[in-house]
């Protein structure tokens, strides 16, 4: 997908993408896409604007009031830090973040599905000594979980899953995309197994992080200083 | 729900205002669980969606710009994508499972009044009367795939018709919606 799609066929793109109804591939490079272009980021927003007008005219259902209390204890915001128990309260095991405003990227669509239940589930999450600050999910495009990136003082703690296939021919490297418009920022090489500790590039302490890109690159990263081929996006977010 | 309140709301959420963020909620959580409901099925999982959706919604309200359509749009966007995401999860999970406990969203509409148990509780809008000027069916497929989260196939199960017929359909059905709403 490249800046020479029609207006028209970015168009519909954006439109089926806000729908939902992309196959899974056409999917992420639009995201990619998204990355890069300002044109296709207000095409899909136009669609979102347009679509989800028939989510707003549906009369509202109002939700059971432990959802209130649910975001309330996992923004730390109220006094209920310690929810009820019961098989009904999936998310209850989750250590307690950090709470600090972290601005971000603009809303990534496609992030982090099951975050939460990625994060109680990997093992060493929840025996780091100090609490994450921020965390993204990388995922493929059937939503599987590939690494998780977790932002600490310390640096970026990446830990991979079984679905990340090794190679001897090619790494995938990490990159910080700032909200400036400034050129990728690379954040070093990526784990193909196990977890691996990244410095903490200072650019986080200095400028809102619209996403992190992971790209693939020959052996050793990037020979150009740039992402050759944008894989897969994330959204750093704060819990 | 005033517009103009909601961003008030919106913009205070984003300054860290804990109260701003509950009567953002209080206003707008009927909306996104409806929507939310609609796409999940299960109350549960709709809840879950919705409670992620105000999460985000609370560290990105600083990232919200008026090029990105109303608050509420925007806010619906946020929970659809996560429904979306968490269906497309449940499905590729659903592809590894053999004994086919996954019970999430797939059942069939309700075949006699489709359409009606679509547009059951909500106000007609200006899109709607662009809607109109769709074949049913091109119509169907939308709304199957907006209010409910369908991909393509389930609306080709859901109305019976071949793969082929429902893309273009859709596709060409989009693209008759945005030239009758410019």
Known sequence: MTQQLSDRKLDTLAAEYVLGTLEDDTRLKLQRLMVTSDRARKAVWHWEQTLNALGASLNDVQPSSRVWRRIEARLGLGETEVVEAGVDEPHQNVTPLRTSRIRQGWVWPAIAAALVLVMISWNGWQTTSSAPAQVAVIQDASAQALWSVNLTEDGLLVTSTRQVTASSERDYELWLVAADGRAPVSLGLLPESGQRLLPRNALFDAVDVEVLAVSREPEGGSPTGQPTEVLYTAQLVGL | ?182
């Open chain 2, 1 to 182: 729900m005033n517009e103009t309140d909601v961003l008030k709301l919106l913009m205070q959420t984003a300054e860290g205002n804990a109260q701003a963020f509950r009567q953002l909620y209080d206003q707008t959580s009927g909306k996104l669980y409806a929507v939310s409901l609609g796409m999940m099925k299960r109350r549960d999982l709709a809840e879950d969606a919705v409670q992620d959706a105000f999460v985000r919604i609370w560290h990105n309200a600083g990232e919200y710009r008026a090029e990105k359509g109303a608050v509420l749009t925007w806010m619906i966007s946020i929970v659809r994508y996560r429904c979306l995401d968490l269906l497309r999860s449940a499905k590729a999970r659903r592809e590894h499972l053999t004994d086919g406990d996954v019970d999430l969203a797939g059942e069939p509409e309700d075949t006699d009044t489709p359409e009606g148990a679509l547009n059951a509780g909500r106000d007609r809008i200006r899109i709607d009367e662009c809607l109109d000027e769709l074949e049913d069916q091109q119509r169907h497929a939308i709304q199957l795939a907006y209010f409910r989260g369908m991909t393509h196939q389930e609306v080709c199960g859901q109305l019976d018709l071949p793969l082929g017929s429902v893309k273009s359909w859709i596709r060409r059905g989009l693209q008759q919606l945005k030239r009758c709403l410019e």
